[in-house]
């Protein structure tokens, strides 16, 4: 009786113990909301996603890092330090007073960004071409992905070198090295120009909506443009003539046109402009990230625009900068005034500022003794006062006229704008080649007529010389091409080229005549040669060792 | 509550079925008689206990006694401290005289272990043990609450008094940073169940294994301790029911030190700045209150022969001290164990059940009221307010009308918790025994909250804005063990074997939308969100799950009660690993010496010598992060439309394994002055390698700039001390007393560096965190280095404010400037030291409890203080009264600063003492009673106050920053006030 009873229970138990047998000693993880490698690259369409990666990755460009160290750098843009905001342990006020280190966020953030977009197009590349060797993927259909992700790599190692000058060259994602080490900018400069000038040729020279936001053709001769015309601070040995030809071949065979209202190309619905080479097609809902809105306007900004977010009250511009647009200047616009809202619409949103409803948008951290007063004022046009006291700590809270190339629609997403964002367009390509031209021979006689092609459309009159003393120095000497690098900055403010312009016209280390007054202690200007290049920063040299500091940095 | 009809009909069935078996038996009568001892005659003060009850009666000077017993099945207790506890079924007698045989008590207690019990004085490894009696008094609401302070090594904290809000434990420090920093938690045998789902009145003991040595039978998940919850299960013989019942005070405890209407108009008056609105509001006053909590527990337990059981419901129902805020909760609990076949199979079934609604408030409120402007009004009939539903507001950065957050808008949740276990245990033979133990634990939560369309903020930037998310974990655990105690000539031996299976899900949805036309549906309508129509709602689901897998085994060996050994090892596999390196091997081993047995010590009862090492582990905190994985990254315009991007979110790392941690243990358990004095000493040291981390990874040859690694390592070692003494055992009156000191000699960083794919990953040196907005975004907190020791607070060192008002810092590295590079450690966010100190009091009918917490050494980054601790800041926010004494000390001259700049001025000592909570209760001699078994009341208070030179609200430690362990030691601005509380309670016996 108690031997069967045992063998009862004991054969209970070993049913039960059975009832988990099959997976008694399974691993093997179960996926439901994920994909591999494994379960993915199945459809035209998933190969398409994955291609779609490259691109994703421009949406860092219009704000952010790369915004912050190609303008904030330079005479065209400022974030001061208000009180207790914007201090962030100095970082606004370093980047404006060329004092930057090693361990400031930025400098990884401009890496992050050109070898994020180097990676992604390398990796797709490789993947590509995995694709095809094991059948899954057209090779006619691969070829073009290819030439396009070679385009786009190019772009990403055109703003490396420009930011850190020297850095790794890594052009394979499959025998690539863990720690490359650094190459010289003018070896990267090099080999990139060279894979450009082999991958453009391939590129569709459709411009319509299948290639609207893609590298095609146009934008790539527009890359090497801009590779040529900075190539004698890259690589000391000047490629203007090669740059006019790209630039002759965009303006004579692309098909572009100058818009007739300068505003049409900046505003939230911009979409393919005729002017529009290359463009990062910014989305309140599907590619977000232009968040230039936020980061200028001022707190109550929110009831001008309804918007829907608080704005940071950060980013604006500096007076010489505005100033230095005539008042006629379409691209200026109106300020507003005690008697109501601006009138034009400009790059610049200055003035007194008016709720939707008509009311005056109110700064209620305006005391009695505010010299700022309660009215909110944009660059105090119209009072008196200068347009930004300061640098920091105490610059005002009103102070500083700010960013309003690109339309803010009522209602927006001051984080994520809907705006495209040109990052070539026709007018700028009509400047490189004037100065292109200039700098092969200032009395080319084409100069003229390019820059004022651009100037008739912003409503001002003919320049009869492009020489002229700067706008961030208008009482100093009259510098050869002066008024051409005035101009170039008028039509092309705030879209990423000043700090490049600088370094060209070699006055990227007269950073003491636009800097602000700067009261914290600790603050000092920093000048010097070393300066036309960032350092590399701190958590990538710890990364890896095969990398070597930029000259004059620790 | 509406839809879980089921639930309440199963727990009504539970209650009738309980008070059908309890109704079975009522027999009350009276037993008297004499305890004695053979060398010393009449013994007083002797605890007479019904088993399985808490009536009870003592004896008197002459040692006589009197107790009313419910039937014939009722088992006496005897008990004194120095006796040999004795056992006695009432039967028919109605006097009983009772000889006492002198035993030290403490060392025959029953400890649980992982898979079975021990006797405490078999142990080699470190292993507390709290008994209900011993628990924490007052206002518990969760069972970690029951006890805090009382475990040497076992830190339980929670800044604030959220009463929505968890706390967390950890357990000798941090020894992992990458994995579960919690200790794992073992409920009537289920792994990994959740203290959540048992209420603190239903706990009968809780066994926290302490070393390696002990924690190693739960192989993979022991690194961080383990806590075995042991329930109240019903006695053979009795039938009682029990009642609970408390009324509880909460109020702040202390509010930040900011400026009145008063201090603030006389400051702003001396800045010229600020906006002066004509009111004197107190924000706390108007953001919080006292808030009434109640607590109800009945419990129904018993037992014939062959079934025994333990029922009880659970009631908790409060208001939190901030407005709108609160929970109420019901808990049922069913443990029931039948025997059959001669005695050789039981089975026990347990059944827990929750549903606890919460109203979580807005935790940036107790922010804001600290921020606010007293000088503004909280309301304002101004058309202009219209917009905010007439309440108060100022558009400016940063800055919210608390009262306006806490009563426009709602944030609710309601979580589920059930779990299901049943176990049979057949004895084979006499000494083996199988068994098979099954559980499921499911638990739901859900979620949702609403911004009012006129709520300033993210309510009226949306137009309103609801969000709804239900989460779902659950796990079904299957183990089976064997276990086989014999005696081989004069040595017992015990063997365990055993087999565990468990699998984990967990899945979810969420939902998230504004625009609405009215605010009518809160978040229950999402339909009418206009965000959805414009494509920016956002909606989202996942399901991931995993498993584990172990085979497990130990050895225990008692020779002649002298010599003691234990070996034990788990093989465990997880899912989580890469496909190479799943299973990992965790082996203990432990020895101990009864000194006082083998030196014939003869004035120590027991003087125990033990040392033990063991290897535990920890898993990756997600599943599939051993894969490469794709993800949407962004979008991609193509053909005039949006298509979404593809990209790798994750590395493949097919090595990736098991975290180790090697634990070495000595310690030293004694016992003498016949059992008045006892305690244990320990030394711990451990070493945690292949530590997980998610580490930064070169792309190329990466797909994906971070992986999941096993690279690095963290060592801990400290010393801790349990000693009790009965100090006082004189006719009416005793006291005993208990401290727990630790004392953290090391918590160090290693390295964080390795090589991966022939890649050196080298940590070196990282600064962390970020202060934040206002203006300190890039400030970091704390700096890492390898080599040095976990949580340096890191910042610039103050030095005073000049004669002008300049702020004055240190120039560390004497280069000129003030810049980053002089900041330097300041302080370091993890304790050095902690203990609890219990005293326990009788004097005739009345007890009193008397618990102070200490923790010792730890520093707080008062980040409320570093924030707004700056005069000019007046213009926008109010100030810590302190801000009025940033001036120079000869000058007078303000601190001229409009910047907010962190420095050591704001890094506080935050060691504190605390009296963590007091009873006093009153047991009413119930020997004439038929009706009532026993009757207590009692009136408690908890955190009645703290001595600390911290300025904050709550000096607690701060174990992690935004889930970061690294950064400890920062207490920011949205923490809850401290609260203390004051109840009043009754058990009844019936």
């Known amino acids: ?554 | 509550m509406r839809n879980s009809a089921w639930w309440k009909s199963g727990f009504l069935s539970l209650i009738l079925f309980g008070f059908a078996i309890s109704l079975t038996y009522a027999q009350e009568r009276t037993v008297t008689g004499t305890v004695s001892s053979a060398e010393e005659g009449p013994i007083p003060g002797v605890n007479i206990v019904i088993q399985g009850t808490t009536q009870g009666a003592v004896t008197d000077v002459d040692g006589n006694y009197s107790i009313t017993v419910p039937g014939p099945d009722a088992i006496l207790v005897f008990s004194s401290i120095g006796y040999a506890t004795q056992s006695i079924t009432v039967g028919s007698q109605t006097t009983i005289n009772v000889t006492l045989a002198e035993e030290l008590t403490s060392l025959e207690e029953i400890v649980v272990i992982g898979y079975g019990t021990q006797k405490k004085k078999e142990l080699t490894s470190a292993i507390s043990n709290v008994k209900s009696e011993e628990f924490n008094k007052g206002s518990v609401n969760n069972a970690a609450q029951l006890v805090q302070g009382k475990v040497a090594g076992l830190s339980i904290n929670r800044p604030g008094g959220n009463p929505n809000q968890g706390f967390t434990m950890r357990l000798r420090g941090l020894s992992t940073i990458g994995a579960n920093t919690q200790p794992l938690v073992v409920i009537d045998g289920v792994v990994g169940g959740s203290l959540d789902n048992v209420d603190p009145n239903d706990i009968e003991s809780m066994d926290v294994l302490k070393d390696g040595s002990a924690a190693a039978i739960y192989g993979t998940r022991g690194s961080s301790g383990v806590i075995i919850v042991t329930t109240k299960k019903g006695r053979r013989g009795t039938a009682q029911i029990d009642y609970n019942g408390m009324v509880t005070v909460e109020s702040v405890g202390k509010y930040p030190n900011v400026m009145n209407a008063e201090q603030w108009r006389a400051l702003s008056a001396e800045t010229g700045t600020g906006n002066d609105f004509g009111y004197s509001t107190d924000w706390f006053k108007e953001t919080t209150r006292n808030a009434i909590q109640q607590t109800h527990n009945l419990s129904m337990s018993g037992g014939t022969n062959k079934t025994t059981y333990m029922a009880s419901i659970n009631v908790r129902d409060g208001d939190g001290v901030a407005l709108n805020t609160g929970y109420n909760q019901l808990n049922g609990r069913l443990n029931l164990s039948q025997k059959a076949l001669n005695d050789r199979l039981t089975v026990d079934l347990n059944i827990g059940a929750t549903q606890r609604e919460s109203q979580y408030g807005f935790d940036e409120a107790f922010r804001y009221a600290s921020s606010y402007n007293p000088t503004a009004p909280v309301r304002s009939d101004d058309p202009a307010y219209d917009q905010y539903d007439g309440y108060f507001q100022q558009v400016l950065f940063d800055y919210y009308n608390p009262v306006a957050i806490l009563e426009q808008n709602v944030n609710n949740g309601k979580d589920q918790r059930v779990n299901v276990a049943i176990k049979g245990t057949f004895e084979i033979i006499d000494g083996l025994k199988v068994d098979a133990f099954y559980s499921v634990q499911n638990q739901n939560f859900a979620r949702g909250s609403y911004r009012d369309k006129n709520s300033y903020g993210t309510g009226s930037d949306r137009n309103g804005l609801a969000r709804r998310s239900y989460d779902e974990n659950s796990f079904q655990l299957f183990e089976s063990t064997i276990n086989y105690i014999t005696d081989i000539s004069g040595a017992n031996l015990t063997i365990l074997g055993g087999y565990s299976y468990q699998d984990f899900n967990y899945e979810g949805f969420s939902a998230e939308g504004g625009d609405f036309i009215t605010d009518a549906f809160t978040y229950n309508n999402l339909h009418a969100a206009g965000d959805f129509n414009a494509g920016i709602g956002n909606v989202n689901s996942y399901r991931n799950t995993n498993r584990l897998i172990a085979f497990f085994g130990r050895v225990n060996l008692n020779v002649t009660d002298s010599w003691f050994l234990m070996a034990s090892a788990r093989y465990e596999g997880s899912s989580r690993f890469g496909a190479g390196n799943k299973w990992g091997l965790f082996p203990a081993v432990g020895a101990g010496v009864d000194l006082a047995n083998i030196l014939d010590i003869a004035s120590m009862d027991n003087l125990k010598l033990r040392v033990s090492y063991g290897i535990t582990g920890n898993q990756p905190p997600d599943s599939y992060t051993s894969l490469l994985r794709l993800g949407p990254q962004g979008n991609f315009f193509y053909n005039g439309g949006f298509i979404p991007g593809y990209q790798p979110v994750s590395n493949a790392n097919e090595d990736l394994g098991w975290e180790k941690k090697g634990e070495f243990d000595v310690g030293l358990d004694f016992s003498m002055l016949d059992g008045k004095l006892y305690g244990s000493f320990d030394y711990y040291t451990r070493t945690t390698t292949d530590l997980l981390f998610q580490y930064n990874v070169p792309v190329p040859p990466n797909l994906y700039n971070t992986a999941w690694l096993n690279l690095g390592k963290i060592q801990n070692s400290g010393l801790e001390l349990t000693l009790t003494w009965n100090a006082v055992q004189a006719g009416d009156f005793s006291w005993s007393t208990t401290i727990t000191p630790t004392y953290y000699l090391k918590n160090e960083l290693v390295s964080l560096s390795g090589t991966y794919k022939g890649t050196e990953l080298s940590y070196g040196t990282r600064d962390l965190g970020g202060m934040g907005a206002p203006g300190m975004s890039d400030v970091p907190l704390v700096r890492a280095v390898e080599g040095q020791p976990i949580g340096q607070l890191w910042a610039h060192t103050f030095v005073e404010v000049g004669p002008t008002g300049d702020l004055i810092l240190q120039d560390t590295n004497e280069d000129g400037t003030i810049d980053d590079l002089d900041r330097v450690v300041v302080g370091n966010g993890l304790p050095n030291a902690e203990f609890g100190w219990s005293n326990t009091f009788r004097y005739k009918n009345f007890d009193m409890n008397v618990f102070f917490r200490s923790v010792l050494g730890h520093d707080l980054n008062n980040t409320y203080r570093a924030f707004y601790e700056v005069p000019q800041v007046i213009t926008s926010y109010n100030l810590p009264v302190t801000a009025a004494d940033m001036r120079n000390k000869d000058t007078g001259v303000l601190l001229n600063s409009t910047s907010d700049v962190l420095s050591s001025w704001h890094i506080e000592n935050a060691s504190f003492l605390a009296l963590d909570n007091m009873s006093i209760g009153y047991n009413f001699d119930m020997s004439g009673s038929n009706a009532f078994r026993n009757i207590r009341v009692f009136v408690a208070g908890n955190n009645l106050f703290y001595i600390t030179k911290y300025k904050g609200v709550d000096p607690s430690p701060r174990y992690d920053d935004g889930g970061n362990v690294l950064i400890p030691g920062i207490d920011r601005r949205n923490t809850w006030f401290r609260t203390r509380s004051v109840s009043l309670g009754v058990n009844l016996g019936f």
């Not at chain 1, 200032?442 to 700067?470: F, I, S």
């Open chain 1, 1 to 554: 009786m108690r031997k069967s009873l045992n063998l009862v229970i004991a054969m209970l138990l070993v049913i039960l113990v059975a009832a988990f047998n099959q997976s008694c000693t399974n691993l093997d993880e179960e996926l439901y909301g994920e994909v591999t490698p494994d379960n993915f690259f199945n459809s035209e369409e998933e190969i398409l996603a994955a291609l779609g990666a490259a691109y994703t990755q421009f949406g860092g460009f219009a704000s952010g890092t790369s915004l912050n160290l190609q303008t904030i750098t330079t005479d065209e843009m400022v974030v001061p330090t208000r009180g207790s905001d914007w201090d962030d342990g100095g970082d606004w006020r370093r980047l404006h007073l060329h004092a930057w280190t090693r361990e400031d966020g930025n400098m990884n953030g401009g890496w992050n960004f050109g070898f994020g977009g180097v990676n992604t197009a390398n990796r797709l590349i490789y993947q590509f071409e995995v694709l095809v060797d094991d059948g899954t993927m057209d090779a006619a259909v691969a070829a073009a992905f290819i030439a396009e992700l070679r385009t786009i790599r190019g772009f990403f190692y055109w703003q490396l070198i420009d930011m850190y000058g020297n850095v790794p060259l890594v052009t394979d994602f499959a025998t690539a090295e863990a720690q490359p080490a650094t190459v010289p900018r003018a070896d990267v400069y090099a080999w990139v120009v060279n894979d450009l000038e082999e991958a453009v040729p391939l590129l569709t020279k459709t411009v319509d909506g299948t290639t609207y936001g893609r590298m095609n053709y146009w934008a790539g001769q527009t890359l090497l443009a801009k590779l040529y015309l900075n190539a004698e601070v890259y690589t000391g040995t000047p490629q203007y003539a090669k740059c006019a030809a790209a630039c002759t071949d965009i303006i004579d065979n692309g098909g572009f046109s100058l818009t007739g209202n300068y505003f049409d190309n900046f505003s939230a619905s911009n979409t393919g402009t005729s002017e529009m080479i290359f463009a990062i097609p910014y989305d309140q809902v599907y590619y977000t990230g232009f968040s230039l809105a936020v980061e200028s306007l001022h707190y109550s900004s929110q009831y001008t625009y309804n918007l829907t977010a608080q704005p940071w009250n950060g980013y604006c511009s500096l007076e010489e900068f505005y100033n230095s647009y005539e008042d006629t200047d379409i691209r200026k616009g109106d300020a507003g005034t005690v008697d109501g809202p601006a009138i034009k619409r400009g790059n610049f949103i200055a003035g007194y500022q008016y709720n939707v409803d008509g009311s005056p948008t109110m700064d209620d951290g305006a005391d009695a003794n505010d010299p700022d007063g309660p009215h909110l004022n944009f660059g105090n046009i119209g009072t008196g006062e200068p347009q930004i006291n300061e640098l920091g700590p105490q610059a005002w809270r009103q102070s500083g006229v700010r960013i309003g190339k690109w339309e803010i629609e009522l209602g927006a997403h001051p984080d994520n704008m809907n705006n495209d964002y040109a990052v070539f367009r026709l007018a700028d390509v009509i400047l490189m080649k004037a100065e292109a031209l200039w700098r092969q021979n200032p009395a080319d006689a084409g100069v003229l007529p390019l820059v004022n092609m651009v100037r008739a459309r912003a409503g001002v009159a003919d320049l009869t010389t492009v020489d002229g003393p700067v706008s961030f120095d208008m009482a100093g000497p009259v510098i050869p091409g002066g008024e051409l690098y005035n101009e170039i900055g008028r039509e092309m403010a705030f879209e990423n080229g000043k700090r490049q312009e600088l370094i060209r016209w070699g006055l990227y280390n007269d950073v003491a005549l636009w800097a602000l007054p700067y009261n914290n202690p600790g603050d000092v200007i920093v000048d010097g040669e070393h300066t036309t290049l960032f350092p590399v920063h701190r958590d990538k040299l710890d990364a890896n060792p095969n990398l070597e500091q930029n000259p004059g940095y620790h």
